[in-house]
């Protein structure tokens, strides 16, 4: 918006572009191809609609959420952003697993160590009466074994009302 | 005969045609399904991006189509992008706590072996036998260190 340059949606729709159009301030007009495909996908009265309900503070990141899932309804016209999440989930998973499995390693280390006293294998190595240096010293290792909240965290980001102040365009 | 319109026809107030490319997906018992597909995309957008896919793939776009719609209507600000950002954070996490625990277990290993070696030393420490068996003598050629 600025001079006599009418902004992307309004070269798009073909119409005067008034001093305070909503999409000016996010869909300038040397960027038509990001209206462009909002429109497509969402349509420009819905977006005006959507804009309108919001506070002017969140309008950028609402437009830059809509862009990315315009995109990705348009990259994947059955799945669009669901097929991202579908593959993050997936993603989450396998990594719980390894953790799990990690996790295990790291406590039978622990116990073998708390467990099993020390020896050499060759006699003459050692002395009978020192005692003092066969064991090792039990570590003092932090605890890793803490499980997070992350198993859950799959299906309450579902249900949590997600807020961010990031620009959401990767 | 009661009507049997579909969620879409019903809503948009028209006709259900024989071939109306909504009633499959969007049946009358469950009204609040079109309703969000509807506030966010446009049932004349979701008609043709229905007509535009092969009949086999439609169900599933028009669940998809429902998922977003809800969660744009849940969070109007981040829609779907919310839960992503939220995945991959989640990602972020369990990857460092991973990298974490195999470095603790790398450093695990290495002390084990340090230690297996200073267990060995000092038994071979000539002044240290020497203490042991009551000689006075310590030992500067290295090569003492074995028996």
């Known amino acids: ?170 | 005969m009661a009507s049997t319109r579909c969620a879409a026809c019903k809503y948009l107030r028209r006709r259900c045609p024989s071939d109306c490319i909504f009633s499959l997906y969007f049946p009358s018992n469950n009204p609040q399904r079109f309703a969000y597909v509807h506030k966010i995309f446009g049932a004349s957008n979701v008609g043709k991006m229905l007509q535009d896919l092969p009949v086999h793939r439609r169900a599933d776009a028009a669940d998809s189509l429902y998922y977003e719609a809800h969660c744009r209507i849940k969070d109007p600000v981040y829609g779907c992008v919310g839960i992503i950002n939220i995945l991959h954070q989640e990602i972020h996490n369990v990857q460092c706590q991973i990298a974490k625990i195999q470095a603790e277990i790398a450093f695990i290993g290495t002390h084990a072996q340090s230690d297996q070696q200073l267990q060995i030393a000092p038994n071979l420490d000539p002044n240290f036998l020497a203490e042991q068996k009551g000689l006075s003598n310590s030992f500067d050629d290295s090569s003492t260190w074995f028996f």
Do not use: W
């Open chain 1, 1 to 170: 918006m600025g001079g006599n340059s009418p902004c992307a949606s309004c070269k798009l729709l073909r119409r005067r572009c008034a001093k305070d159009c909503i999409f000016a301030p996010y869909f300038p007009s040397d960027d038509p191809h990001k209206f462009a495909i909002v429109h497509k996908v969402f349509g420009a009265s819905n977006v005006s609609k959507m804009l309108q309900e919001l506070p002017l503070h969140q309008r950028a990141d609402t437009v830059s959420s809509l862009v990315y899932e315009a995109n990705a309804r348009v990259r994947d016209p059955v799945y669009g952003c669901v097929g991202a999440i579908s593959y993050l989930q997936n993603q989450v998973s396998q990594l719980q697993m390894q953790l799990a499995v990690a996790q295990a390693e790291i406590l039978c280390i622990q116990m073998q160590q708390e467990q099993a006293p020390i020896t050499t294998t060759s006699p003459v190595l050692l002395e009978e009466d020192d005692k003092s240096s066969l064991f090792l010293h039990q570590n003092d290792l932090p605890q890793f074994l803490t499980f997070s909240s992350s198993n859950n965290v799959i299906y309450d980001s579902f249900k949590k009302e997600s807020l961010f102040g990031q620009d959401m365009i990767s």
